[in-house]
């Protein structure tokens, strides 16, 4: 409570009792001037009466006696007066007093506590007012509370699903807090990276993991994170031990939006193929062992053998003793392969490699030829290759003089992408030193550079020309870019790992009940298309469809449909500016009869939702005819007419203007995903309020629709 809430009862209590006495008191004074006045016209009198048969000293005397018992008389009056003010006013405030106190015990002390008072008269409602509002406060607070036990038994199920999930998972997976801490490791990763009995709970990642590699990542997350974008970073650890731990690190994001900590999920590379091995290792002995056992147990029989053949056995023997032994030799290389076998890689960027590896060596001053060549993505591990750049910049800084100066540039050429320093001036070093430099990360085994560069599919190599010295590193481009870097900054949103709702058990209906089942309780696909144009009766194709699951309420990001489709036709310039599709993008995309099939099993039995929906059932209606198979004749609902319906006389009913008027923000506007995204939320948004105005099953929200429908069109003709 603050200093202002403490003030103002003590205030208001000693004011109300001060006005209270002071308005009895002005309701005295005005009878008692009047008394007074009269008084007063009465002594003139009588002064002026005995002045003409009594001197004037025993005048004055007389008035000065008078005078006193006036006062006296005044005195009395006004004490009286007073006293019966005072009493009134705590009569008045009796009630009130009982009020507050009754009032401060259930607010602060017991709920269940009511105020007790017979004045028959308005106090009196008003402290039964406060009655029933303490047992309607009573009641919300044992709903509260029961909801809050329902929570908490919800919340602990899951956490018991949850960790069930987490012990039987073959991955490891560890959360940290923002700070890099660890707040929770499931059993698999405290095997996988040797805690033994230790939970790991607390400890930094820095202190399990190679620590150069792991901040070079979260610095990635971070980034991303604060731009917008995706932040799943995949990600490579080999710890001292030999182990080679391949995963993925993402943001977790917080209550309110902002990042919380991080999740890592990984396994054991070397681990797998080491299995891999012992696998086949039985198979590869069993032949020699069982030969050479056979032999040596006829031997045994045949003691008295002929020496000729005693020395044949031997021979088979010693034979396949040689074929054990170079099973086990196989065996060895398998395990010397494991260990020095190529990284995995992942989809990078040349650019933000080389510039990554400059912030590693701030020492250097490195010229970077600019110009407006497009550098493909390549295929690498992102920190061995730009530690494979800082140390090649390390090494030039310091085999060359003052007067040298470095410049680098990226070329693409023949399948690769070629990184080259170039060197002027004085140099000293002897580039056949390059290939056993050491690339040492904190935490790691230090590896050669030619092995960092092999392990990551690159070449690398120098020549000199006149004064120049010119290391060259390639990489191999990557083959495929994914449509997401075409969506304008389209991503994914929170990820789904889990629906623990799917657990509750929830009617089963069929399709002939849809119709009179509850809104909540059914499962709706929320689709969207991108054509060629809106002309398809002219023959504008799709070229993108996209659906969003809903169940129980809730979007399922996880369970989504997405396909660009190739239209079989140009698609004109003045659409491409709206969805940015363009015809290299889905020259290798399925065609649309392809795609229906696929999206028609993704549909199965739920309701379809659109906006504008007789545009984008068009489009299925082609696309069925065009493969020749039955059109999906689920029932669907349209947010368009649910929108007039429920905001009618309001302006804007496109998505634009919905979303904006829910507060909902569009990501990838003019993609089918992020439509469809969208018009999943509005949706949501929609049906919430479709229970006030009568609506509560389909067969009632598709009236709803055809109602408004029927009244836009007969609006229209006047």
Same mark, same amino acid.
């Given at each position: 409570?603050?200093?202002?809430?403490?003030?103002?009862?003590?205030?208001?209590?000693?004011?109300?009792?001060?006005?209270?006495?002071?308005?009895?008191?002005?309701?005295?004074?005005?009878?008692?001037?009047?008394?007074?006045?009269?008084?007063?016209?009465?002594?003139?009198?009588?002064?002026?009466?005995?002045?003409?048969?009594?001197?004037?000293?025993?005048?004055?005397?007389?008035?000065?006696?008078?005078?006193?018992?006036?006062?006296?008389?005044?005195?009395?009056?006004?004490?009286?007066?007073?006293?019966?003010?005072?009493?009134?006013?705590?009569?008045?405030?009796?009630?009130?007093?009982?009020?507050?106190?009754?009032?401060?015990?259930?607010?602060? /002390?017991?709920?269940?506590?009511?105020?007790?008072?017979?004045?028959?008269?308005?106090?009196?409602?008003?402290?039964?007012?406060?009655?029933?509002?303490?047992?309607?406060?009573?009641?919300?607070?044992?709903?509260?509370?029961?909801?809050?036990?329902?929570?908490?038994?919800?919340?602990?199920?899951?956490?018991?699903?949850?960790?069930?999930?987490?012990?039987?998972?073959?991955?490891?997976?560890?959360?940290?807090?923002?700070?890099?801490?660890?707040?929770?490791?499931?059993?698999?990763?405290?095997?996988?990276?040797?805690?033994?009995?230790?939970?790991?709970?607390?400890?930094?990642?820095?202190?399990?993991?190679?620590?150069?590699?792991?901040?070079?990542?979260?610095?990635?997350?971070?980034?991303?994170?604060?731009?917008?974008?995706?932040?799943?970073?995949?990600?490579?650890?080999?710890?001292?031990?030999?182990?080679?731990?391949?995963?993925?690190?993402?943001?977790?994001?917080?209550?309110?939006?902002?990042?919380?900590?991080?999740?890592?999920?990984?396994?054991?590379?070397?681990?797998?193929?080491?299995?891999?091995?012992?696998?086949?290792?039985?198979?590869?002995?069993?032949?020699?062992?069982?030969?050479?056992?056979?032999?040596?147990?006829?031997?045994?029989?045949?003691?008295?053998?002929?020496?000729?053949?005693?020395?044949?056995?031997?021979?088979? /023997?010693?034979?396949?003793?040689?074929?054990?032994?170079?099973?086990?030799?196989?065996?060895?290389?398998?395990?010397?392969?494991?260990?020095?076998?190529?990284?995995?890689?992942?989809?990078?960027?040349?650019?933000?490699?080389?510039?990554?590896?400059?912030?590693?060596?701030?020492?250097?001053?490195?010229?970077?030829?600019?110009?407006?060549?497009?550098?493909?993505?390549?295929?690498?591990?992102?920190?061995?290759?730009?530690?494979?750049?800082?140390?090649?910049?390390?090494?030039?800084?310091?085999?060359?003089?003052?007067?040298?100066?470095?410049?680098?540039?990226?070329?693409?050429?023949?399948?690769?992408?070629?990184?080259?320093?170039?060197?002027?001036?004085?140099?000293?070093?002897?580039?056949?030193?390059?290939?056993?430099?050491?690339?040492?990360?904190?935490?790691?085994?230090?590896?050669?550079?030619?092995?960092?560069?092999?392990?990551?599919?690159?070449?690398?190599?120098?020549?000199?020309?006149?004064?120049?010295?010119?290391?060259?590193?390639?990489?191999?481009?990557?083959?495929?870019?994914?449509?997401?870097?075409?969506?304008?900054?389209?991503?994914?949103?929170?990820?789904?790992?889990?629906?623990?709702?799917?657990?509750?058990?929830?009617?089963?209906?069929?399709?002939?009940?849809?119709?009179?089942?509850?809104?909540?309780?059914?499962?709706?696909?929320?689709?969207?298309?991108?054509?060629?144009?809106?002309?398809?009766?002219?023959?504008?194709?799709?070229?993108? /469809?996209?659906?969003?699951?809903?169940?129980?309420?809730?979007?399922?990001?996880?369970?989504?449909?997405?396909?660009?489709?190739?239209?079989?036709?140009?698609?004109?310039?003045?659409?491409?500016?709206?969805?940015?599709?363009?015809?290299?993008?889905?020259?290798?995309?399925?065609?649309?009869?392809?795609?229906?099939?696929?999206?028609?099993?993704?549909?199965?039995?739920?309701?379809?939702?659109?906006?504008?929906?007789?545009?984008?059932?068009?489009?299925?209606?082609?696309?069925?005819?065009?493969?020749?198979?039955?059109?999906?004749?689920?029932?669907?609902?349209?947010?368009?007419?649910?929108?007039?319906?429920?905001?009618?006389?309001?302006?804007?009913?496109?998505?634009?203007?919905?979303?904006?008027?829910?507060?909902?923000?569009?990501?990838?506007?003019?993609?089918?995903?992020?439509?469809?995204?969208?018009?999943?939320?509005?949706?949501?948004?929609?049906?919430?309020?479709?229970?006030?105005?009568?609506?509560?099953?389909?067969?009632?929200?598709?009236?709803?629709?055809?109602?408004?429908?029927?009244?836009?069109?007969?609006?229209?003709?006047?």
């Amino acid at each position: 409570m603050t200093a202002i809430q403490e003030e103002i009862p003590v205030r208001r209590k000693r004011s109300l009792r001060r006005r209270m006495i002071a308005s009895f008191l002005g309701l005295a004074l005005f009878p008692m001037i009047a008394a007074m006045t009269g008084l007063f016209f009465v002594v003139s009198d009588y002064v002026a009466e005995i002045q003409r048969f009594q001197p004037a000293s025993q005048v004055y005397d007389q008035f000065i006696s008078a005078s006193i018992q006036i006062a006296i008389l005044l005195a009395i009056f006004g004490g009286i007066i007073t006293a019966l003010a005072w009493r009134m006013a705590n009569q008045f405030l009796r009630p009130i007093l009982e009020i507050r106190q009754g009032a401060e015990l259930i607010a602060r /002390i017991n709920l269940d506590h009511r105020i007790v008072l017979d004045t028959g008269d308005e106090l009196e409602d008003l402290a039964l007012e406060f009655n029933h509002m303490a047992e309607n406060l009573g009641k919300a607070y044992d709903e509260l509370e029961e909801r809050v036990r329902e929570a908490t038994r919800t919340v602990q199920e899951e956490r018991n699903r949850l960790a069930t999930v987490l012990r039987t998972m073959v991955d490891g997976v560890v959360v940290a807090n923002e700070a890099g801490e660890t707040i929770l490791m499931n059993p698999r990763a405290r095997i996988i990276l040797d805690m033994g009995y230790t939970s790991g709970i607390g400890n930094p990642l820095s202190r399990i993991l190679p620590s150069d590699r792991l901040n070079f990542h979260l610095k990635r997350v971070r980034q991303r994170w604060e731009h917008g974008r995706e932040t799943v970073e995949d990600v490579l650890f080999p710890l001292p031990d030999g182990k080679l731990l391949k995963g993925s690190l993402s943001a977790i994001p917080g209550p309110g939006g902002e990042r919380s900590g991080f999740l890592l999920v990984f396994r054991n590379l070397n681990r797998r193929k080491s299995e891999e091995t012992l696998r086949e290792m039985p198979q590869l002995l069993r032949g020699p062992l069982a030969a050479t056992s056979s032999l040596v147990e006829i031997l045994k029989r045949h003691r008295d053998m002929p020496a000729e053949k005693q020395m044949a056995f031997l021979e088979a /023997i010693d034979e396949e003793m040689k074929r054990l032994n170079e099973r086990v030799t196989a065996i060895d290389e398998a395990n010397e392969a494991a260990q020095s076998t190529n990284w995995p890689t992942t989809v990078s960027y040349p650019r933000d490699l080389l510039k990554e590896s400059l912030l590693l060596v701030p020492g250097v001053q490195v010229d970077i030829e600019e110009d407006d060549i497009p550098i493909p993505p390549v295929l690498v591990e992102p920190f061995s290759w730009v530690s494979s750049l800082s140390c090649v910049l390390k090494w030039l800084n310091q085999s060359g003089t003052e007067q040298l100066s470095v410049s680098a540039n990226l070329r693409v050429e023949e399948g690769t992408v070629v990184t080259t320093f170039r060197v002027k001036g004085p140099f000293k070093g002897n580039p056949a030193e390059l290939e056993a430099l050491e690339v040492s990360p904190a935490g790691e085994q230090s590896l050669p550079l030619g092995d960092v560069v092999r392990k990551n599919r690159g070449e690398f190599w120098t020549r000199t020309s006149g004064e120049c010295l010119e290391v060259r590193l390639a990489l191999l481009q990557a083959d495929v870019v994914s449509e997401g870097d075409h969506t304008g900054g389209l991503f994914d949103g929170e990820p789904e790992f889990y629906d623990f709702d799917l657990f509750l058990p929830r009617p089963i209906i069929e399709r002939t009940d849809q119709l009179q089942s509850e809104l909540c309780d059914l499962e709706y696909v929320v689709f969207d298309t991108e054509t060629t144009g809106l002309r398809l009766s002219e023959g504008d194709k799709v070229i993108s /469809i996209s659906g969003v699951r809903i169940r129980r309420g809730r979007i399922q990001n996880a369970d989504k449909f997405h396909s660009l489709v190739n239209p079989g036709r140009p698609i004109p310039p003045e659409s491409i500016k709206f969805h940015h599709i363009e015809d290299h993008m889905v020259a290798d995309a399925p065609s649309m009869k392809q795609v229906y099939q696929q999206f028609a099993e993704f549909v199965g039995d739920s309701v379809l939702v659109a906006h504008n929906a007789a545009f984008d059932k068009k489009c299925l209606e082609l696309a069925a005819a065009e493969a020749g198979l039955p059109m999906i004749d689920n029932p669907i609902l349209d947010t368009l007419f649910l929108s007039y319906g429920i905001h009618e006389g309001t302006e804007g009913h496109g998505l634009d203007a919905m979303a904006e008027r829910m507060g909902i923000a569009i990501e990838g506007r003019h993609t089918s995903l992020g439509d469809a995204r969208a018009t999943a939320q509005v949706f949501l948004g929609l049906i919430s309020l479709l229970p006030g105005r009568g609506v509560h099953t389909l067969a009632d929200a598709k009236a709803f629709c055809d109602r408004h429908l029927l009244l836009r069109w007969q609006s229209s003709r006047f």
